[in-house]
Nanobody, 123 residues
Framework: QLQLVESGGGLVQPGGSLRLSCAAS????????IGWFRQAPGKEREGVSC????????NYADSVKGRFTISRDNAKNTVYLQMNSLKPEDTAVYYC????????????????WGQGTQVTVSS
């Protein structure tokens, strides 16, 4: 079974931090690029960040650049999204997705998706 599972979401105050995890099972994550996407109520799905299979190339949406950091630990078959200085507009369901080797900003090009984890930024 090929599966991605997100975890680490929750409720946090503005300015706070969360670390999301994307754990893979049924396939070797080392050969896949992992993208993070988010969707807020009433808004289109948005690409947030992506990391190439090698870990040597990363991408960030302008809205999160400087605040979010993507990383991977292939030995643990897991990709992380460290989110700092969170804002209310970061509130969304966050999804991780996998495709072979290289990043894309088009969600339709990703082959595997997790079920999402809710992030709520509110005081």
């Amino acid at each position: 079974q090929l599966q991605l599972v997100e975890s680490g979401g929750g409720l946090v105050q503005p300015g706070g931090s969360l670390r999301l995890s994307c754990a893979a099972s049924g396939f070797t994550l080392a050969y896949y690029a992992i993208g993070w996407f988010r969707q807020a109520p009433g808004k289109e799905r948005e690409g947030v960040s992506c990391i190439r299979s090698s870990g040597g190339s990363t991408n960030y949406a302008d809205s999160v650049k400087g605040r979010f950091t993507i990383s991977r630990d292939n030995a643990k078959n897991t990709v992380y999204l460290q989110m700092n200085s969170l804002k209310p507009e970061d509130t969304a369901v966050y999804y991780c997705a996998a495709r072979y080797h290289y990043c894309s900003d088009k969600g339709s090009l990703y082959d595997y998706w997790g079920q999402g984890t809710q992030v709520t930024v509110s005081s």
